[in-house]
Every structure is written in C-alpha cells, then in structure tokens.
T-cell receptor, first 111, second 114 residues
C-alpha cells in the first residue's frame, strides 16, 4: 500500500526563518498528496494539496510541489511566524477517501 | 456551512467498559472515516463508511466497530476498553467523488481510559 515518510522532528526556528519539511512517498500510480496542520488541542486542517505530478499547492505562504521523479512533496515557507507553530502531517490518499499519514513534524517558531 | 462535529470532546472511561463516539459530517458528504491518534503510533486509520457500508478497514481488533446512518452520521464503538485505547479519535468526512477526495476533520474526541 501507499506510505509516507516525513523528516524527523522536532524543528525549531526563529521568526522569519525559511522552513522546509521533507516528505517522500511510495505509491501505486499518482495519488493526490496533502499537507495537514494540527494546532494544540485541535483536529487536522488541510493546509494544501496537489492532485497530479508537477502541481504546486499553496496556502497562507506555504508551498509544496508534487515531484514524481523524486517521489517527494516537501513543504516550504519563506518566512515563518510564531503562529505557524504546530504539527505538520504529510499524507497521501490510499483508497477511497482513506489517507495514509506521515509521522508528523512538530514545528516551534520562537520570536 | 457547518464543519465536521464530533461528540463528546472528552471522555474518561474505566478499563473493561465500552464507549460510543459520534460524528456528524459536513452536509452532503457521504464518506466518513475514523482515525486514532496516539503519541507512539501517530495517525492510524480505523475504518471508512460510505453510504452506510463499511468500505475500508484498518488493522484494529474487532473491539473497534462502527456504523453509518442514512443521514451519513457515523458512530464508532469500542468495547472492553484497554488502557492502550487512550487516544484522540478523529473523524473526517469527504464528498468522495472522482474529482474531490479532500477530507475535512473534526476536532476529535479525547478518550482517556483509566
């Protein structure tokens, strides 16, 4: 089945630093890819998605490009804020509406 | 438009008891999935229901079960609770069409087994 591997965390950055969280996947075919964010005590919120190869998903300054050559979907943001502190999950659709998630990466942004 | 609603938000149960969690999906969404989130295992898929039928099932023991009603609302039940069942249980709904499989999550139910 499909699987997702995220970079090991946690990640600690200063405000306005550049962020990259690596995500690679293994899958049959070309499933949609997602980044979800989870704030403390909350459920998951969809941050961005890409449905086919070379698609770039973007939202709130975050971007990720679906790279089939490297089977990657790395999350980037040019300038992080304290409010971006959260856990980030990379995910792929597996079958139907089933999602397979990566391990999650805890991001802490210090002022 | 209302989001995915899970009730209750918090539960404390004793080992051996059973528990039922509820999920109301976004209006018009026919697919409901359940996930268990724990610090050690991360997010694990429990099962998915579509039009009142279980369509997918994860690797959990038979103590974990679910159902979906004609209005797409879903419940999951855990019987004979164990300490290891303590987790955040998340429900997600989606339109589940060929063009749109985006899942929307509820805030979750935090279950503590003592």
């Amino acid at each position: 089945g499909n699987s997702v591997t995220q970079m090991e965390g946690p990640v600690t950055l200063s405000e306005e630093a550049f962020l990259t969280i690596n995500c690679t996947y293994t899958a049959t075919g070309y499933p949609s890819l997602f980044w979800y964010v989870q704030y403390p005590g909350e459920g998951l919120q969809l941050l961005l998605k890409a449905t086919k190869a070379d698609d770039k998903g973007s939202n709130k300054g975050f971007e990720a490009t679906y790279r089939k050559e490297t089977t990657s979907f790395h999350l980037e943001k040019g300038s992080v804020q304290v409010s971006d502190s959260a856990v980030y999950f990379c995910a792929t659709e597996t079958s139907g509406s089933r999602l397979t998630f990566g391990e999650g990466t805890q991001l802490t942004v210090n002022p | 438009k209302a989001g995915v609603t899970q009730t209750p938000r918090y539960l404390i149960k004793t080992r051996g008891q059973q528990v039922t969690l509820s999920c109301s999906p976004i209006s018009g969404h026919r697919s409901v999935s359940w996930y268990q989130q724990t610090p050690g295992q991360g997010l694990q898929f429990l099962f998915e229901y579509f039009s009142e039928t279980q369509r997918n099932k994860g690797n959990f023991p038979g103590r974990f079960s679910g159902r979906q009603f004609s209005n797409s609302r879903s419940e999951m039940n855990v019987s004979t609770l164990e300490l290891g069942d303590s987790a955040l249980y998340l429900c997600a709904s989606s339109l589940d069409t060929a063009k749109n499989t985006e899942a929307f999550f509820g805030q979750g139910t935090r279950l503590t087994v003592v």
